[in-house]
């Protein structure tokens, strides 16, 4: 079992940043990989970053690229999605998530999910 807790959600101006952090408890190991995902009301859940637990392998949605860095810190065993340049349309409730992967990073089928924060980004 993983037990996962976000944090840092808020109110933004578009063009500002925030930075979202997930702290992870229980049995996590090398294999496994921590994602970010967001959802807004009527549509699926959506991928958004991901990084392994070891190594630097990191993966990003298009519409984050350049704007958005996945980082994690093992001595506090957090991973952190900090966003600049928000844009209205990255209004959504973030779900920080975990899965056990071998060698990729998933974009979906995730096994264990936080509670979820809100990110709201004003005009």
Not at 7 to 32: E, F, H, I, K, P
Not at 55 to 76: E, L, M, P, Q
Not at 84 to 95: C, G, M, R, V, W
């Amino acid at each position: 079992q993983v037990q996962l807790v976000e944090s840092g959600g808020g109110l933004v101006q578009a063009g500002g940043s925030l930075r979202l952090s997930c702290a992870a408890s229980g049995r996590t190991s090398s294999n496994y990989v921590m994602g970010w995902f967001r959802q807004t009301p009527g549509k699926e859940r959506e991928f958004v970053a991901g990084i392994r637990w070891s190594g630097s392998n990191t993966r990003y949605t298009n519409s984050v690229k350049g704007r958005f860095t996945i980082s994690r810190d093992n001595a506090k065993n957090t991973v952190n999605l900090q966003m600049n340049s928000l844009k209205l349309e990255d209004t959504a409730i973030y779900y920080c998530a975990a899965t056990y992967s071998s060698i990729m990073i998933p974009t979906a089928g995730y096994d264990y999910w936080g509670q979820g924060t809100q990110v709201t980004v004003s005009s």
